[in-house]
């Protein structure tokens, strides 16, 4: 799934034919679907992700931040990065993804969640959510910093970007152990392996 998301994130010639614009569109779509799963699935039943997502998760529910805020703050110093490296239209249109998730995720905020039962948490907000990230990525940009990093730390060492995410996120998981307990990290854990087998299907070639 990873090796698909590089080719995604450097090589865009399957979909050149397509406007800056209309992947704009697409991404805005990507990104509320994203709000939608964190908001009205996901963060009220402290359920987190992966990646960066997880991390504004975790640090929201400690500080009483603003998830889409806490996002925005964390993503820039990664989408500068990938701005060096990865070029200027990965860097627009991951930031315009941010920023409507950022805004999404404010509206949605006061809405309370659809479901508490956590086999439709795990099932919904997994797809929901890998909906959403698949087509941001689908379309050339992206939602989370570190696999940004895991992208170019691949290219500079002999671990793949899979080992460097997988490396990230056992760390985070095991962080919601301590903060959710045990219970929260494993329907996490399960949320996380739906959404990522719903990026699979999406990206698919």
């Given at each position: 799934?990873f090796?698909?998301k590089?080719?995604?994130?450097?090589?865009?010639?399957?979909s050149?034919?397509?406007?800056?614009?209309r992947?704009?569109?697409?991404?805005?779509l990507?990104?509320?679907?994203v709000?939608?799963?964190?908001?009205?699935?996901?963060?009220?039943?402290?359920v987190?992700?992966?990646?960066?997502?997880?991390?504004?998760?975790?640090?929201?529910?400690?500080?009483?931040?603003?998830?889409?805020?806490l996002?925005?703050?964390?993503n820039?110093?990664?989408?500068?990065?990938?701005?060096?490296?990865?070029?200027?239209?990965?860097?627009?249109?991951?930031?315009?993804?941010?920023f409507?998730?950022t805004?999404?995720?404010?509206?949605?905020?006061?809405?309370?969640?659809?479901?508490?039962?956590p086999?439709?948490?795990?099932i919904?907000?997994?797809?929901?959510?890998?909906?959403?990230?698949g087509?941001?990525?689908?379309?050339?940009?992206?939602?989370?910093g570190t696999?940004?990093?895991a992208i170019?730390?691949s290219?500079r060492?002999?671990?793949?970007?899979?080992?460097y995410?997988?490396?990230?996120?056992?760390?985070?998981f095991?962080?919601?152990?301590?903060?959710?307990?045990?219970?929260a990290?494993?329907?996490?854990l399960a949320?996380?392996?739906?959404?990522?087998?719903?990026?699979?299907?999406l990206?698919?070639?």
């Open positions: 799934m090796r698909k590089l080719i995604y994130y450097i090589d865009n010639r399957r050149s034919y397509m406007s800056f614009y992947r704009g569109c697409f991404i805005c990507g990104a509320l679907l709000a939608i799963s964190l908001q009205l699935f996901l963060i009220k039943n402290y987190i992700d992966g990646g960066v997502i997880g991390i504004g998760i975790i640090l929201s529910h400690i500080t009483g931040l603003q998830i889409g805020l996002l925005l703050l964390l820039i110093p990664f989408f500068f990065i990938g701005y060096a490296f990865l070029g200027k239209r990965f860097f627009a249109l991951s930031f315009f993804a941010i409507v998730l805004i999404g995720t404010n509206l949605l905020e006061p809405i309370p969640a659809i479901t508490n039962n086999v439709f948490v795990i919904f907000g997994g797809i929901c959510l890998g909906l959403g990230v087509i941001i990525i689908r379309f050339g940009g992206c939602l989370d696999e940004v990093m170019l730390f290219r060492t002999r671990f793949t970007i899979g080992q995410v997988l490396l990230f996120n056992v760390v985070i095991g962080s919601a152990i301590f903060i959710f307990g045990l219970q990290a494993v329907y996490s949320t996380f392996c739906v959404a990522c087998k719903t990026i699979d299907i990206i698919k070639d």
